[in-house]
Structure formats: C-alpha cells, structure tokens
C-alpha cells in the first residue's frame, strides 16, 4: 500500500506538472499542501531510498549457513555460529533491527501525511 500510494503522488508530480496547473498560492490551504506535496515527494525520490543499514557494511565477517544432521532423522538444523566471531556482524544485526522499526514508524508516519493531502493530488 505504502509504494502504491508514493508512486501515485510520484506521477502526480512527474507527469502532471501540478507547480504549472494549479495555483498554490492560491490560499494558506493550498501553500500547506504544496509544501507537503513536495515534502513527501522528496522524501520518496531522495531521503526514502538513501537508507543504509549496518548489514550493508561489506567489512563485516557474515557468518557462514551451515546445517548438521539431526540425528535418528532425514532432518537438518542450523549451526548457531559462532557469537566471539562474527560479533561485528551481530551488533549491525542488532542495529539493523532498530533501525528497521524507526523506518517503519518513519514510513507509516509518512503514508499518514500523504492520505491528509489526497484530495489535493489532481489536477
């Protein structure tokens, strides 16, 4: 939902040239909304796809996926790695998981705005 939203504001602003149809000068209404029709839009284009997560750091040792044999079974488990080792891997593993919450409440947030906006998006 949040990427089909964004991609309609996108359009809106890409191809419909709304900063040449509409007067956003109009009122204090319509300034408000064509900041945050530009806001969010600079936000989806620019700020939304610059995200960088620790896991993205090519320094970082990754633990290998090893299985073993469960015995008596035809199963497999994962052989947890060992933690001393890749410890840099599992800090940004960690950090990684925080900033996957605040970019999710970011995202959220954000979808909000746009909905408040909606029925300014045509022209």
């Given at each position: 939902?949040?990427?089909?939203?964004?991609?309609?504001?996108?359009?809106?602003?890409?191809?419909?040239?709304?900063?040449?149809?509409?007067?956003?000068?109009?009122?204090?209404?319509?300034?408000?909304?064509?900041?945050?029709?530009?806001?969010?839009?600079?936000?989806?284009?620019?700020?939304?796809?610059?995200?960088?997560?620790?896991?993205?750091?090519?320094?970082?040792?990754?633990p290998?996926?090893?299985?073993?044999?469960?015995?008596?079974?035809?199963?497999?488990?994962?052989?947890?790695?060992?933690?001393?080792?890749?410890?840099?891997?599992?800090?940004?593993?960690?950090?990684?998981?925080r900033?996957?919450?605040?970019?999710?409440?970011?995202?959220?947030?954000?979808?909000?705005?746009?909905?408040?906006?909606?029925?300014?998006?045509?022209?």
């Amino acid at each position: 939902m949040l990427h089909a939203a964004f991609q309609l504001l996108a359009d809106f602003v890409e191809e419909e040239s709304p900063a040449k149809r509409i007067d956003w000068n109009h009122d204090a209404v319509h300034r408000r909304a064509w900041m945050e029709i530009r806001d969010l839009y600079r936000w989806w284009t620019r700020t939304r796809p610059s995200r960088r997560t620790p896991l993205d750091d090519k320094r970082i040792l990754k633990p290998p996926m090893r299985f073993e044999k469960v015995a008596g079974t035809k199963f497999r488990r994962l052989v947890t790695p060992d933690k001393k080792k890749y410890a840099a891997y599992y800090r940004a593993l960690r950090q990684d998981t925080r900033l996957e919450q605040k970019w999710h409440s970011e995202d959220q947030r954000n979808l909000h705005r746009l909905i408040n906006i909606r029925e300014f998006l045509w022209t």
